[in-house]
């Protein structure tokens, strides 16, 4: 790995990153642990995630790529939340594949893919619901992870508390729907 690949990759203790798997974290140390599964001889994070004040997690410095990123900025999550409308929902036709895209769209670690994945479930979860029949267990889990990935990360991106980023999430829809029907 070149010099310049390392400073891209590279995050410092104090910086605020996105998990795959368990969502906002802040890096709290990196070095070689002395624990008995990690390999003594490469360096990880020491990750605290946000949300989950018990947990703690390791990863290798290097090989990250797609399991840890930088939080968005504030810019970025004024973007994202204006850019909502036009994000496509999932295109599931198989129901037996439907648990595999919610899968890939959750662990892509990206906020458009937490979106898509939220906006096809909700409308799933909707159309069911407006002919009768039951929510899908699946829909329900999938769409709450992805609420907790993308509230979480917004929240820290935006300064705001993460209970809040629902609400300001529906007023600037609102905001942006009054402004276009007074165009």
């Given at each position: 790995m070149s010099v310049n690949e390392q400073e891209v990759n590279m995050f410092k203790v104090g910086d605020q990153v996105v998990h795959y798997k368990e969502g906002v974290c802040e890096v709290t140390n990196i070095g070689r642990l002395d624990i008995r599964c990690s390999d003594r001889e490469k360096e990880y994070y020491t990750l605290?995630?946000?949300?989950?004040?018990g947990g703690t997690l390791y990863m290798p410095v290097n090989g990250q790529e797609k399991q840890l990123r930088k939080v968005i900025s504030s810019n970025e999550a004024r973007e994202l939340i204006a850019d909502m409308p036009n994000i496509d929902i999932l295109n599931v036709n198989d129901e037996k594949r439907r648990e595999l895209m919610y899968k890939e769209a959750l662990f892509k670690n990206q906020c458009r893919?937490?979106?898509?994945?939220m906006k096809t479930s909700y409308i799933r979860k909707k159309e069911r619901l407006a002919v009768g029949k039951k929510v899908i267990n699946v829909d329900d889990r999938y769409l709450n992870s992805a609420e907790k990935f993308l509230y979480g990360e917004l929240a820290v991106a935006l300064d705001i508390p993460k209970e809040k980023v629902r609400?300001?999430?529906?007023?600037?829809?609102?905001?942006?729907?009054?402004n276009a029907l007074a165009a």
């Open positions: 605290k995630p946000l949300y989950n004040a893919s937490w979106v898509a994945l609400e300001y999430i529906v007023k600037k829809m609102e905001k942006k729907k009054k």
